[in-house]
């Protein structure tokens, strides 16, 4: 009787526990039995590992095999665990030593002819084998999305065959060795793209350095979706903890991971007729929504009306924590959504609020479709007129400052809230408000006049309170003036739009 012990990891959520595979050989009816609660793509390794044993030149023992993946009680799923089930079954026929297993982790999906296959979640497989300080041998095609993890030791591998080799010390593959030169972040987009439209072009501004929501009402083709796709390229840039964490989503979906672009942030444009658990994540095993693969980056809905109402209210707890929980029977998973909301919509469902073919009372059941409480999440909201004809050609000639050049000052204002309090004024708490968005009492009466005037409620009072500190922060003011407060009142759009509908 023989035992080997090999490690692996298993992949929930954007963790990656250590899995302990145990193969045991002993005398018997020859048999192969896999336990440690193993999904389905799971189990069919017995007869893939045994075709690429055979295939690779290996004999295949004639004994009782029995796999134990550990811990029992932790779902196990897809073909990552083909290879290291298959060197625990080498090493058990004493072909290797336990001590030539130590210090290593294996991970991948074996062909019938011994060769090895990508698998998804290389990123936080790596990252966990890299804390625990060992080595991590996984496909030659992972190795590239792997490499982002710093100091992590990679040994790629493209053949069983190969692996054994290198564990016994007979043929070593060389570390995959990273590019380490740092690419630049460029978009296709610029702002100057857009003509016209300085107010909004203003409020990109804005909620580019507070980390702000951001809401576009205008009649259709006045720029709206041209504005919101201009918004990452004035974002600052990532750092290397928030793109490996928006990279490790998207290895755990199995989209391949560029080391050449990883640190461009995200930009996320769902249809109108996307479900809730395409949205905010979901499935019998959880995976990630838009909401998560946008992580860092944006979330942009178009035609935001016609979204499902329910499906908005589910937006509603992510936008407040920064993450999602995702429970089902057997599985719990939470993944992170941190991205900035930025929404646009039409005024009325003919498109234009004042073009006579909708009353009043059309316009406000079309307007509540979005609820209240959605709405109060939502920092910034900026009407997109359309241009006065007469003035088009000069605004084509004058099309302002380049993301370039805005990104710069956005930079240095996002600079300055992380020195001040440690993160964005968007994600201030209620105590934090009160600390870093002190008014004197003249603001604060002119404050609460109107609020009171438009209606709004205590959130929101505190959302206009966070983007008078951001435009202060960009005019580089240490104290909340009259005038940023004025400009922050006047991001209320849909506020006043109701308001005016709901009086007149």
């Known amino acids: 009787m023989s035992l080997a012990v090999v490690y692996s990891r298993a992949s929930v959520g954007i963790d990656a526990p250590?899995?302990?595979v145990e193969v045991h050989l002993s005398n018997g009816l020859p048999c192969f039995n896999l336990v440690g609660l193993p999904e389905a793509s799971v189990r069919e390794a017995k007869d893939r590992?045994?075709?690429?044993?055979?295939?690779?030149?290996?004999?295949?023992?004639?004994?009782?095999?029995?796999?134990?993946?550990?811990?029992?009680d932790l779902p196990k799923e897809g073909g990552r665990f083909d290879l290291p089930i298959a060197i625990g079954i080498i090493a058990a026929s004493n072909q290797l030593t336990s001590n030539q297993l130590?210090?290593?982790?294996l991970v991948g999906e074996l062909a019938l002819s011994g060769?090895?296959?990508s698998i998804t979640g290389a990123l936080p497989f790596t990252y966990a084998c890299s804390q625990a300080k060992r080595v991590a041998i996984l496909p030659v095609e992972n190795a590239a999305e792997a490499s982002l993890i710093k100091h992590a030791n990679i040994v790629p591998a493209n053949q069983l065959l190969d692996v054994f080799h290198h564990i016994a010390g007979q043929r070593i593959l060389g570390l995959y060795q990273a590019h380490s030169a740092e690419e630049q972040v460029t978009y296709e987009n610029d702002l100057q793209d857009v003509v016209g439209q300085a107010a909004g072009k203003r409020a990109l501004e804005i909620a580019a350095s507070g980390g702000h929501n951001l809401l576009f009402t205008g009649p259709p083709g006045t720029g709206k979706t041209m504005l919101a796709s201009r918004l990452i390229t004035i974002l600052p840039?990532?750092?290397?903890?928030?793109?490996l964490a928006s990279a490790a989503i998207h290895s755990i979906v199995g989209k391949p991971v560029d080391p050449a672009t990883w640190k461009q942030r995200a930009f996320r444009h769902p249809h109108h007729t996307s479900s809730a658990v395409a949205l905010v994540g979901g499935g019998s095993i959880p995976r990630p929504g838009e909401i998560s693969l946008a992580h860092n980056g944006v979330l942009f809905l178009d035609e935001l009306p016609e979204f499902d109402r329910k499906v908005l209210d589910v937006l509603r707890e992510p936008l407040e924590s920064g993450s999602v929980s995702i429970s089902r029977a057997a599985r719990q998973a939470q993944f992170p959504a941190r991205f900035q909301l930025v929404a646009a919509m039409n005024p009325s469902p003919t498109g234009s609020l004042n073009d006579g073919r909708s009353s009043n009372e059309q316009i406000l059941r079309y307007l509540n479709r979005i609820s209240g409480p959605f709405l109060d999440r939502i920092d910034l909201q900026v009407d997109v007129p359309k241009l006065p004809s007469n003035d088009f050609s000069e605004q084509v000639k004058s099309r302002g400052e380049s993301s370039q050049v805005v990104r710069n000052r956005v930079i240095q204002a996002h600079q300055l809230q992380l020195n001040r309090c440690g993160k964005t004024n968007a994600q201030l708490g209620s105590k934090e408000v009160d600390?870093?968005?002190?008014?004197?009492?003249?603001?604060?009466?002119?404050?609460?006049?109107?609020?009171?005037k438009l209606g709004l409620s205590l959130r929101t009072y505190h959302r206009v309170l966070k983007v008078a500190r951001t435009i202060a922060d960009l005019a580089h003011c240490p104290d909340i003036s009259r005038q940023h407060l004025a400009e922050a009142l006047n991001y209320r759009a849909f506020d006043r739009m109701l308001a005016q509908l709901i009086n007149g």
């Not at 130590?102 to 982790?105: F, Q, T, V």
């Not at 840039?237 to 793109?243: I, L, N, W």
């Open 237 to 243: 840039p990532m750092t290397d903890e928030e793109a």
């Open 115 to 117: 060769e090895i296959r």
């Open 102 to 105: 130590e210090g290593i982790e």
């Open 18 to 20: 250590l899995i302990t």
């Open 49 to 72: 590992v045994r075709s690429a044993l055979i295939n690779s030149g290996f004999e295949f023992p004639a004994k009782r095999i029995t796999v134990n993946l550990a811990p029992a």
């Open 435 to 452: 600390q870093y968005c002190k008014l004197e009492k003249s603001e604060q009466l002119f404050l609460q006049q109107a609020v009171e």
